[in-house]
């Protein structure tokens, strides 16, 4: 069963940068994709970045674009998301997925992660 653990949330100041972490553990784990989705109180969850196992393709909500960054080490199944210049709109739980059937959802999940930012 393939686990996904975040790490690197925070409480920060606008302006500041933060870079999360997701590490995949369990079974033999080999994604599709993995994405960073957040989800603050009160509003839907947010596809905000995605990112191809295989090769370097991304994609980013515009909401983030050109200011996050999603990267992965394929050796060590570990995906990031290097937030910048952050907002306190980006204050929402951040949680880490998989996919790993190309199916219209992501698979797996992490626990999530709290990113809190102060105007």
């Known amino acids: 069963q393939v686990q996904l653990v975040e790490s690197g949330g925070g409480l920060v100041r606008a302006g500041d940068s933060l870079r999360l972490s997701c590490a995949a553990s369990?079974?033999?784990?080999?994604?599709?994709?993995m994405g960073w989705v957040r989800q603050a109180p009160g509003k839907e969850r947010e596809i905000v970045a995605h990112i191809a196992w295989s090769g370097s393709s991304t994609w980013y909500s515009d909401s983030v674009k050109g200011r996050f960054i999603i990267s992965k080490n394929n050796a060590k199944n570990t995906v990031f998301l290097q937030m910048n210049s952050l907002k306190p709109e980006d204050t929402a739980v951040y949680f880490c997925a998989a996919d790993v059937d190309l199916g219209a959802e992501y698979d797996y999940w992490g626990q999530g992660t709290q990113v809190t930012v102060s105007s």
């Open positions: 369990g079974g033999t784990f080999r994604p599709y994709a």
